[in-house]
Nanobody
Framework: QVQLVESGGGLVQAGGSLRLSCAAS????????MGWFRQAPGKEREFVGD????????NYADSVKGRFTIYRDNANNTVYLQMISLKPEDTAVYFC??????????????WGRGTQVTVSS
């Protein structure tokens, strides 16, 4: 079955770094655009960024531009979210998703279960 499994979350101090991974199985990974989203307590899930099928293009939310980088390894069916200069407001459950580009927006089709990132001040 189709499965996305995130890993790499944890507790980090403000200013620190983390790298999240999302391993995909049961789908033709290289055919999907991949995205990262996050959801903080009491807030709606928000778009973090996405990456094209080949990895040649990425988009990011303004709140993470310059601090977060998405890249992918199609040979190993994995997408990564490298996060640096983390802030307490980055605290959230981070989800990866496989999907498509609909108009100019990423449209998620399959979701992972998420991994918790907590940034302490």
């Amino acid at each position: 079955q189709v499965q996305l499994v995130e890993s790499g979350g944890g507790l980090v101090q403000a200013g620190g770094s983390l790298r999240l991974s999302c391993a995909a199985s049961g789908l033709t990974f290289s055919s999907y655009r991949m995205g990262w989203f996050r959801q903080a307590p009491g807030k709606e899930r928000e778009f973090v960024g996405d990456i094209s099928t080949t990895g040649s293009s990425t988009n990011y939310a303004d709140s993470v531009k310059g601090r977060f980088t998405i890249y992918r390894d199609n040979a190993n069916n994995t997408v990564y979210l490298q996060m640096i200069s983390l802030k307490p407001e980055d605290t959230a459950v981070y989800f990866c998703a496989a999907g498509y580009l609909f108009s100019t927006h990423f449209a998620p089709h399959v979701w992972g279960r998420g991994t918790q990132v907590t940034v302490s001040s």
